[in-house]
């Protein structure tokens, strides 16, 4: 038992099966020849010359003069310290082959990267969500990732209800970022207070009696809107895309703008 675990062990180090029975067998005496360790260690008899030669390669075996040859092992003190020694000095040559290898090819991936990187997807720009998690997370995101200015025309139903939105509105508008909104109007004493709580908070707000469509322009970048899905029978559902193009964002702000003018101020009414 012990003896398998001590092969174990010279295997673990970087010797094969063969190896380190043949290493253990030679330890039994001073010295064999290859006949005498093949009968004692059972290793393949046409194998037992390139083992022996192998372990004298490695530092584990002597090989005495004379005829027949004879075959000890080395101290595994000194036998360990050279194994200890030969793969430091394979490792230090792999690492300085790996360092100049690196250098060359980081002179010939970069450029490819760099230039791989300006080539986009035809519609790489265009994000299409349905899960209504994944939705609320992705539009918390956008909010915080904001710059400047958010336009957005709010309606029901929502995915994130006012009052679930609030803190997050708050931090957006803490680091003074425009928030305008136009809302469709709503017949509750909820929406009425929400709308108070978000215009108290700093963002800007008019409300119409019917807006077509819901969405939210960030720095006049990237859009977020819904549409509705076809009637299947399961009730209403919407599709939410997320694109980033200039000129799509051109188009929401006018229509933003033109219900803006026609909107009424909801402190007013």
């Known amino acids: ?72 092992a ?79 025309f709010v309606k029901p139903p929502y995915v994130i209800s006012q009052k679930e939105n609030l803190p997050t509105e708050k931090k957006v508008l803490k680091k003074d970022i425009a928030i305008r909104a136009v809302y469709e109007e709503e017949n509750s004493d909820e929406f009425r207070t929400y709308l108070k709580l978000g215009i108290e908070e700093g963002e800007k707000a008019r409300v119409v009696k019917t807006i077509p469509i819901k969405f939210v322009l960030f720095d006049m970048k990237k859009v977020i809107y819904a549409l509705e899905d076809p009637d299947l029978g399961n009730g209403r559902t919407f599709t939410y895309f997320i694109v980033e193009h200039k000129e799509l964002a051109k188009l929401f702000k006018a229509a933003f703008e033109y219900y803006w003018k026609t909107g009424s101020d909801p402190l007013k009414r």
């Not at 067998?25 to 030669?53: H, N």
């Not at 310290?81 to 690492?95: C, D, G, M």
């Not at 720009?125 to 539009?139: A, C, H, S, T, V």
């Open 1 to 72: 038992m012990k003896n398998n675990i001590t092969q174990e062990y010279l295997i673990q180090i970087g010797l094969n099966s063969y190896e380190a029975k043949a290493y253990l067998g030679l330890l039994r005496r001073r010295s064999f020849t290859a006949p005498e360790l093949w009968k004692i260690t059972k290793i393949p008899r046409s194998r037992v010359y390139d083992i022996l030669s192998s372990l004298n390669e490695k530092g584990f075996v002597s090989i005495l003069p004379g005829k027949p040859r004879r075959f000890c």
């Open 74 to 152: 080395l101290d595994p003190l000194i036998a360990l310290k050279n194994l200890q020694v030969s793969v430091e000095r394979e490792i230090s040559a792999k690492k300085e082959h790996l360092d100049s290898v690196t250098l060359e090819l980081q002179s010939l991936l970069i450029p490819l990267y760099k230039k791989g990187q300006k080539v986009r997807n035809p519609i790489e720009y265009i994000e299409i969500l349905n899960d209504p998690g994944q939705i609320g997370k992705r539009f918390k995101e956008l909010q915080l990732s904001c710059k400047k200015e958010m336009m957005a």
